[in-house]
């Protein structure tokens, strides 16, 4: 099954985007499947794609040396799976496993890329929303350092 414009608007992550904007982003996409337990990427490894989540979760984890990966943050249906393929040096932040089975459209990185240096206006929505998703992520991230310091005992003036 073909992914449709119709598809892509109702993608909480793409709201707003008009007809035209999302009818240049259609032929950039693909449907996948990920098997609960797959790994999806790893971190460091080359990033050039993104995926709109539609069914499923996916943990975001961190390589911890000498640990199993620490996980940050638990995404859902609805939500938007990498920002890394949009800045250089392209490579993952973080890792990524489906817990569940996972349907989700994929994105090619670098046609996005290249559309969005086409087409500022629709580049500058783009580039917002990933800017957004990636200050969510952090602040994700961080609190769930703190909750793990917290459980641990240690106080933020002993870091």
Same mark, same amino acid.
């Given at each position: 099954?073909?992914?449709?414009?119709?598809?892509?608007?109702?993608?909480?992550?793409?709201?707003?985007?008009?007809?035209?904007?999302?009818?240049?982003? *259609?032929?950039?996409?693909?449907? #996948?499947?990920?098997? @609960?337990?797959? =790994?999806?990427?790893? !971190?460091?490894? +080359? &990033?050039?794609?993104?995926?709109?989540?539609?069914?499923?979760?996916?943990?975001?984890?961190?390589?911890?040396?000498?640990?199993?990966?620490?996980?940050?943050?638990?995404?859902?249906?609805?939500?938007?799976?990498?920002?890394?393929?949009?800045?250089?040096?392209?490579?993952?932040?973080?890792?990524?496993?489906?817990? *569940?089975?996972?349907?989700?459209? #994929?994105?090619?990185? @670098?046609?996005? =890329?290249?559309?969005? !240096?086409?087409? +500022? &206006?629709?580049?500058?929505?783009?580039?917002?929303?990933?800017?957004?998703?990636?200050?969510?992520?952090?602040?994700?991230?961080?609190?769930?350092?703190?909750?793990?310091?917290?459980?641990?005992?240690?106080?933020?003036?002993?870091?």
């Amino acid at each position: 099954m073909f992914v449709t414009a119709d598809m892509l608007a109702d993608q909480p992550f793409l709201a707003g985007l008009t007809e035209h904007q999302l009818t240049r982003l *259609t032929p950039l996409t693909s449907r #996948t499947m990920f098997h @609960a337990g797959n =790994r999806i990427f790893r !971190q460091g490894t +080359p &990033a050039d794609q993104f995926w709109l989540i539609t069914d499923g979760s996916v943990y975001l984890d961190h390589e911890v040396p000498g640990y199993d990966n620490f996980v940050l943050e638990s995404l859902r249906s609805g939500s938007v799976l990498g920002w890394s393929w949009l800045f250089p040096p392209y490579r993952w932040h973080f890792g990524a496993v489906a817990v *569940t089975t996972t349907h989700a459209i #994929t994105f090619n990185g @670098a046609l996005v =890329r290249a559309l969005c !240096q086409q087409d +500022p &206006a629709l580049g500058y929505e783009l580039t917002s929303r990933f800017l957004g998703v990636m200050g969510e992520r952090l602040q994700a991230a961080r609190s769930r350092l703190e909750d793990c310091q917290r459980r641990l005992g240690h106080h933020h003036d002993e870091l």
